[in-house]
């Protein structure tokens, strides 16, 4: 019995270890599925795309959303924000940016140019920029943020340089921001880097702060040089107009008044023509008619008239003497 009893025992001893060794055998690979699982899945936003490397070759690009991928990094997925629009700073660094190229620690260096015509300028700018190729971005230039800051340095500088410097500090701004960008998109293209750059913007632009009063003199002399210039055209446009109207309106008038006079003129003779034309045909006739026509419109003008005989005696008692009224003239 108690032989039985002995075996029974031995065996439950023996299913024991057995039972152990199998619970630590399935404790990591239970791990390791779950570990596996859970890294067999990842997420894109929606302003990026992942760039999937399969052992380290290129695999596909996946959209946003979720998907699949083989653990274990079997599959490596990197993140490329391809809608996003980044920009690189020159001659100035913004504190807390998240793009470790996005500043410069030599920035005065990069904002120290010489222009066409040998003036020390400092010019700050900045490139906005996106990825248009993930795969190019990635995997055809080493390091594509420093390689853009470099050729965006020297395309500044060429063009910086081919230019005066009252080009670069006032008016010639905008044609360095158009030049400079077509240079550096031109670059890209040729070094397919997967970069697409978008705009340039020049920022602030002065010469060496050494120099800085001098010249901000000179641009105060040049501005009130300009407004006075302004001022007197102004002047020159209000009073040349005004002049010119008054002159224009004088020869209206003197040629108005001489068409006038040319008529008037014409017409005495014509009027002395007909009258002429009458007088030879009958002199006396035409003596009596103008005397008379002449008496009837001078007559009305002269007022009251008494007409006596010269031999009439003591006539002006027989008159009602009154005040006559005043004659018009």
């Not at 990026?48 to 946003?64: C, D, E, H, L």
């Not at 998109?185 to 040729?190: F, I, Y």
């Not at 009063?213 to 105060?220: K, Y």
């Not at 040319?262 to 008619?289: H, M």
Request: with cysteine; glycine share 6%; charged share 25%.
């Amino acid at each position: 019995m108690q032989r039985i009893i002995d075996v029974f025992t031995n065996d439950s001893a023996a299913s024991s270890r057995t039972f152990s060794v199998k619970k630590l055998f399935y404790v990591p690979l239970f791990f390791l599925l779950l570990v596996g699982g859970f890294s067999s899945f990842y997420t894109v936003n929606t302003e990026s795309v992942a760039v999937v490397q399969r052992f380290g070759r290129f695999q596909k690009i996946t959209p946003p959303g979720l998907h699949f991928k083989l653990p274990f990094s079997v599959d490596r997925v990197t993140i490329v924000p391809t809608l996003r629009q980044l920009k690189l700073e020159f001659g100035f660094a913004t504190r807390g940016a998240t793009n470790e190229y996005q500043g410069s620690q030599q920035s005065e260096m990069e904002r120290n140019m010489v222009t066409g015509d040998l003036n020390a300028s400092e010019v700050e700018w900045v490139v906005q920029y996106g990825i248009s190729d993930p795969a190019q971005y990635l995997f055809h230039v080493h390091e594509p943020e420093a390689t853009l800051r470099d050729i965006s340095e020297s395309s500044m500088n060429e063009v910086v340089g081919d230019r005066t410097i009252d080009e670069v500090l006032t008016y010639g701004r905008s044609e360095i921001e158009i030049d400079c960008l077509k240079k550096l998109q031109t670059t890209m293209e040729q070094f397919n880097m997967g970069i697409r750059v978008e705009q340039i913007q020049l920022k602030n632009v002065h010469p060496p702060r050494a120099v800085q009063n001098s010249f901000d003199e000179v641009n105060r002399a040049q501005q009130e040089r300009e407004e006075r210039i302004n001022i007197a055209n102004g002047e020159r446009n209000k009073v040349i107009p005004k002049a010119s109207g008054l002159a224009q309106q004088m020869i209206s008038a003197a040629e108005g008044y001489a068409l006038q006079r040319t008529n008037e003129a014409q017409g005495d003779v014509a009027r002395f023509n007909q009258l002429l034309v009458q007088y030879e045909k009958a002199p006396l006739v035409t003596k009596q008619r103008l005397y008379l026509e002449t008496m009837n419109t001078v007559l009305p003008k002269m007022g009251s008239k008494v007409i006596i005989d010269e031999d009439a005696k003591q006539f002006l008692p027989l008159m009602n003497l009154q005040a006559s009224p005043t004659p018009k003239r």
